[in-house]
């Protein structure tokens, strides 16, 4: 079993900033790609940013040059620093990880979910 606990949302201002973490614990033996993605209501989810392993990244036009991805791996977490944030940034941010699992391996990788934590930018 692996969980995803997501923290670091909230309430901020247009142009502020928030730093959203999410650390992945349990039967790991590895993780490979991990992300974050972002549901408004009344939208369909969205990719945000996702990571490699090795570190390469990628990321949604709309937030380019304002987020960054990051992650460490000898801690199973990732990170998404929110510069500049915009009101339509608003939305459910929930993190994701693609992983090896004891419990599971020869299965092939299980893309797991964290919970979800509001960030919600207003003045």
């Known amino acids: 079993q692996v969980q995803l606990v997501e923290s670091g949302g909230g309430l901020v201002q247009p142009g502020g900033s928030l730093r959203l973490s999410c650390a992945a614990s349990g039967s790991i033996f590895s993780i490979n790609a991990m992300g974050w993605y972002r549901q408004a209501p009344g939208k369909e989810r969205e990719l945000v940013a996702g990571?490699?392993?090795?570190?390469?990244?990628n990321y949604a036009d709309s937030v380019k040059g304002r987020f960054t991805i990051s992650r460490d791996n000898a801690k199973n977490t990732v990170y998404l620093q929110m510069n500049s944030l915009k009101p339509e940034d608003t939305a459910v941010y929930y993190c994701?990880?693609?992983?090896?699992?004891?419990?599971?391996?020869?299965?092939?990788?299980?893309?797991?979910w964290g919970q979800g934590t509001q960030v919600t930018v207003s003045s």
């Open positions: 994701s990880a693609d992983v090896d699992s004891y419990n599971t391996r020869g299965l092939g990788t299980f893309r797991y």
């Open positions: 990571i490699t392993s090795g570190g390469s990244t």
